[in-house]
């Protein structure tokens, strides 16, 4: 899941979930609500952090999510995950504020797209790591 909290005019999207925090179909539609309540009380002023407390921005989409559900299904579940990434990217480049990424060590894959979708993008110069593996795999991704 994931949690939002404002101080004043500043909204913090914490990322949560399992330790290496990947893209499943409900943490996706719980970030999508989040961001949805950013752009509803935003104000002049406003922008958003998004972070999490763990070592993993993410490791992208939950791809053992998709594999659970057997070989014949596992591209219509691998397809669920990409309709439902989609829209976040859209959400992150329309909010109307300034929005940055505070990545901890690692984000890849499709969260290493959420951070790019951010305006900045804050990391520790030390252990920290953004790629994109679905290039290697030739998935295509917004």
């Known amino acids: ?12 999207l914490t990322l949560a979930g399992d330790d290496e925090h990947r893209f499943g179909p409900t943490l ?25 407390h763990e070592k ?4 992208g989409l939950d791809l053992a999510w ?11 579940h691998l397809n669920h995950l990409l309709d439902c990434f989609k829209p ?29 979708s951010h305006d900045y993008v804050l990391m520790k110069k030390e252990r920290c790591v953004l790629y994109m593996s679905e290039l290697d795999i030739g998935l295509t991704l917004p």
Do not use: Y
Request: glycine share 2%.
């Open 66 to 76: 998709a594999q659970a559900a057997g070989a014949p299904s596992f591209r219509d």
């Open 1 to 12: 899941m994931c949690s939002l909290e404002q101080l004043n005019n500043l909204f913090f």
């Open 56 to 59: 993993f921005f993410s490791n």
């Open 88 to 116: 976040i990217v859209a959400d992150l480049i329309s909010l109307p504020m300034p929005t940055i990424a505070a990545i901890s060590r690692h984000a890849a894959a499709s969260r290493f797209l959420v951070a790019m």
């Open 28 to 52: 996706m539609d719980s970030i999508r609500s989040a961001l949805a309540q950013v752009k509803s009380q935003a104000t002049p002023g406003s922008a958003l952090i998004t972070t999490t």
